[in-house]
């Protein structure tokens, strides 16, 4: 199976387009939102399970001997029918939470619980037609989901942040359905991302759920492109008994372009046509998309498409051909508010890029540290914002486990086949801050090489850590890793001034050893607690302090002659368990450029300075 799921009933697999290994994987179902079927989302009932007695049982005995929570039954009437019988718990009369939402949504004392929850609902389903398929699909649920439908285990996925879709045709009934998710929060020491991070867990179903009905042959993936050499390239993979030798249309009306031609053996059609002349090239000045339609059969697919080449030559990033110096900042997946759960709307997600976009006069952004919701790359693309997209391969991974590289691999290559089609995506990153060691650059390696055998149309980097040395009795930052000889963007975690004792005003003189590629600042940033002003101290965790970092780290910046772009570390202050200063943080890590309602500090407007001058070719 591929890497992070299990499917345990009634599930057909198909091979995972594009992997090097090609390994077997759960359908992708491009555009889920698209096609028949209902949403999930809503009011569910919840149960907290500490010691996991739905699974393994009140004294540990076969796995379900105790309480059953994820069975079909009524609790309630069986006990009306007999009083005297002992039940411990009662889904359908359990507490009620909207989902998606991360746990701390429903109960801010479960902040900091990490466990076992349990999900249930019921619903009705219209009768499947002959020859039609069920899925259910999961957008993310953090961090290992188990699934059940009418009493009956369909499948596992393990991974917090990417989709995973599950066959359940022969279980569906046209009524009364129950479907239930033991939702477990727990990191793991060989998972993806470790247990220690520096962000929130928000243990929960993350993002919205859905049942999908397709046809028996369905458009499992569609991935339309702009290539290098001038063309539109279609790869389209269908799943189904009869997904070899059928024909395929990819349209785009606007363009009088039909890409046309017949699946192969496997169900995947490759090809190809030159690119019209009055193709509108995407970038964040005009981010024009067009509607593409792909129909194969009985099935038909809709996306909005983006179409752009991205590319480095020697230390340029060229975007249409053109060098382009990357406006960004990093954002983490919580929108404004005293309380934020991870639950990412349209709505939320437009008042953060445009903050980015409108506000900072950016054109990039770094989504850290993890693949943020689709709803959020296809708003990039709509809005005009280039990407940075990332999976949690963060600090001390397991890197000598295998599990762990399978685990990295599977979700790097769920993450990619989701937004493939995303033009704002231009670079994949595989990993963050993760120190050198023989272990880990074979697992960098890998994924690296995964990228490119995947996509050969986007840009890999990292984020890495940097070098220190003195010469000549100064301070002289490098980058002395050997992942960067593997990749197309040298991305540098820098904080000088912060963690290092360099006075601020020393920063301007500190020199960067010369690279060969472009480099961008991956991240950089001070702690600076909203409304706490100390111009005369200038101590740390002030505004005044913050300020002075941000304009001499520009300064800095600006003698670097290879540097291409940066995304400061943050836009807005974020919840981080670790961060426990009982004045300053409470919780939140402070490097936030606007705090969590959406105050600006002046920072923020030092970057907005910076930006506006570069955007004018300055």
């Known amino acids: 199976m591929g890497p992070g799921l299990k499917l345990l009933a009634g599930a057909a697999c198909a091979m995972l387009l594009w992997t090097p290994a090609a390994q077997a994987s759960s359908p992708t179902l491009t555009r889920a939102d698209n096609r028949d079927g209902q949403d999930l989302s809503g009011t569910w009932r919840y149960s907290v399970d500490p010691y996991r007695d739905g699974l ?30 002992l039940y411990e718990y009662d889904m359908d009369r359990a507490a009620t939470a909207t989902l998606p939402q991360g746990w701390i949504g429903h109960d801010p004392t479960l902040r900091y619980y990490q466990g076992l929850m349990w999900y249930t609902r019921r619903f009705d389903a219209a009768p499947l037609k002959p020859g039609q398929r069920a899925f259910l699909r999961f957008e993310a649920v953090n961090y290992t989901a188990r699934v059940f439908l009418n009493g009956k285990a369909v499948g596992e996925h393990e991974g917090g942040f990417t989709p995973f879709s599950l066959e359940v045709t022969d279980v569906l009934r ?5 479907i239930t998710v033991g939702v477990d929060s727990t990191p793991q020491a060989d998972g993806v991302p470790p247990p220690v991070t520096d962000w929130e867990n928000y243990g929960g179903i993350t993002r919205p759920m859905r049942l999908v009905i397709t046809p028996a042959t369905f458009i499992d993936e569609a991935w339309v492109r702009l290539t290098k050499d001038g063309r539109i390239a279609a790869t ?13 249309h990819v349209r785009v009306a606007e363009l009088g372009l039909d890409v046309t031609g017949r699946t192969d053996a496997k169900g995947v059609l490759t090809a190809s046509a030159a690119a019209p002349k009055g193709l509108a090239r995407w970038s964040p000045e005009r981010p024009k998309l067009y509607d593409v339609v792909v129909q194969a059969g009985e099935d038909r697919l809709t996306d909005r498409v983006g179409f752009r080449t991205i590319e480095t030559k020697g230390s340029e ?25 991870r639950t990412i709307t349209e709505a939320g997600a437009r008042a953060l890029l445009a903050e980015v976009k409108e506000g900072l006069h950016g054109n990039f952004v770094r989504l850290a540290h993890y693949p943020h919701s689709e709803v959020t790359t296809r708003l990039a693309d709509e809005m005009g914002l280039l990407v940075w997209s990332e ?8 890197f000598a486990n295998p599990r762990t590289l399978s685990l990295a691999r599977g979700m790097l290559a769920d993450n990619m086949r989701r937004d493939l089609n995303r033009a704002s995506i231009i670079m994949w990153s595989v990993a963050n801050e993760t120190p050198i060691t023989d272990a880990r650059n074979s697992f960098l390696y890998q994924l690296v090489d995964d990228v490119r055998a995947l996509d050969d149309s986007r840009l890999v980097t990292a984020a890495l850590l940097t070098d220190r040395k003195t010469v000549d009795s100064k301070p002289l930052m490098g980058l002395n890793d050997p992942l960067a000889d593997k990749l197309d963007v040298l991305s540098a975690n820098t904080y000088n001034g912060w963690y290092s004792d360099d006075a601020l005003d020393a920063l301007p003189d500190i020199a960067w050893k010369a690279t060969d590629k472009p480099m961008v600042f991956s991240e950089f940033g001070a702690d600076a607690l909203a409304g706490f002003s100390d111009p005369r101290l200038m101590r740390k965790f002030s505004e005044d302090y913050q300020k002075k970092y941000y304009e001499k780290t520009l300064a800095m910046a600006r003698k670097i002659p290879t540097l291409r772009g940066m995304s400061p570390w943050i836009l807005k202050d974020f919840r981080a368990p670790r961060r426990q200063h009982p004045v300053y943080q409470q919780g939140w890590n402070r490097k936030g450029l606007v705090s969590p309602t959406g105050r600006r500090k002046p920072a923020f407007f030092v970057l907005q300075g910076f930006y506006k001058e570069k955007e004018a070719g300055k």
């Open 56 to 85: 393994a049982g009140f004294h540990r005995g076969a796995p379900g001997a105790g309480h059953r929570r994820y069975d079909d039954v009524d609790v309630d009437a069986l006990t009306r029918a007999k009083p005297t019988a």
């Open 174 to 178: 046209a009524s009364n359905n129950q």
């Open 236 to 248: 389209v993979k269908l799943d189904g008994a009869q997904a070899a030798n059928q024909e395929v």
């Open 317 to 341: 990033i060229l975007l249409n051909g053109k060098p382009i110096f990357l406006r960004g900042i990093s954002i983490h997946e919580e929108e404004f508010g005293e309380n934020p759960a």
């Open 391 to 398: 999976i949690p391969v963060y600090w001390l991974v397991d």
